[in-house]
């Protein structure tokens, strides 16, 4: 019997290992082969198989891509318009959820879903009210004009993580502190937020790759190339330059390798982040 049970264990635990590794191979596969491609010139390309490795690895497209697409500029651009974002979305709905989560009053209800049907909204339905809006308050073509909207966007599901996670936090510590003579403000700096670094980690996550992806907004209320991101710049080589397949790669792997090297770096946060806001979400 019991080896039967380990038999079986076994067999289970050897299925489990095959299912991860196929979906690590799926998910793998596209950026390998993007990659290869990025190192080949067109005519190889058109030429050759398309799962052939390069016969000669032409080195040249990336910085013709990088040159040409106005790279250095739509990086810091996009840079700017993340940092500044992520850090306003974590203070603005830190404080919403702690308001929501440990300030009860009768308008709380009423308030929080006021944020929660944010989540409901698609992008697509107040695209155009989101025009007019920007463009009658004088933003359009504006840094302020891109990040009001960015910043409003992240915020509903932000604030929904941050206010279910601060529920869980024992209200017995916060009734001491507020003997000890603490005001809310400061229970807020000292308790809530270091408490919630998990969450916060999440919230960081889930806004730092959707303002660094995103493109339709940007696209919208910006005309100025000066103040357009990354992925408008990509998005140029879908146009005249099309037909240019190892430079169209090569754009492609240069707005992906961030993302890439953020996982990287702060994997060990992402999988922490993510653990706990599901947890506690």
């Not at 959707?210 to 408008?232: A, C, M, Q, T, Y």
């Not at 146009?239 to 702060?266: N, T």
Request: charged share 10%; hydrophobic share 55%; aromatic share 14%.
């Amino acid at each position: 019997m019991a080896g039967d049970i380990k038999s079986t264990s076994s067999l289970a635990k050897g299925i489990m290992y095959f299912i991860v590794i196929i979906f690590t191979v799926l998910a793998l596969y596209p950026i390998y082969w993007l990659i290869i491609q990025s190192f080949k010139t067109t005519q190889e390309y058109m030429t050759t198989s398309k799962l052939a490795l390069p016969k000669n690895w032409y080195t040249r497209n990336y910085p013709w891509a990088w040159i040409n697409g106005k790279f250095t500029l739509l990086f810091i651009n996009s840079v700017f318009y993340t940092a500044i974002t992520v850090f306003f979305i974590i203070i603005l709905s830190f404080m919403a959820g702690f308001a929501f989560a440990k300030l009860p009053s009768k308008l709380t209800p009423w308030l929080h879903g006021s944020f929660i049907i944010g989540i409901l909204l698609t992008l697509q339905s107040i695209l155009v009210p989101l025009f007019l809006m920007i463009n009658a308050i004088n933003l359009y073509n504006t840094r302020l004009g891109v990040l009001i909207p960015y910043i409003g966007l992240g915020l509903p599901m932000s604030v929904y993580l941050a206010s279910a996670y601060m529920k869980s936090i024992p209200e017995s510590i916060l009734e001491s502190a507020r003997m000890d003579g603490a005001v809310y403000f400061r229970i807020f700096l000292s308790i809530i937020m270091p408490m919630s670094a998990p969450v916060a980690a999440t919230v960081a996550i889930i806004s730092t790759t959707g303002v660094w992806n995103e493109f339709v907004v940007i696209n919208i209320l910006v005309s100025d190339d000066r103040l357009k991101s990354l992925p408008i710049g990509i998005n140029r080589f879908s146009g005249a330059l099309a037909a240019d397949y190892g430079k169209q790669f090569s754009a492609l792997v240069i707005g992906m390798v961030p993302m890439v090297v953020f996982y990287i770096i702060f994997r060990k946060q992402i999988t922490k982040g993510v653990s706990a806001g599901a947890v506690k979400g």
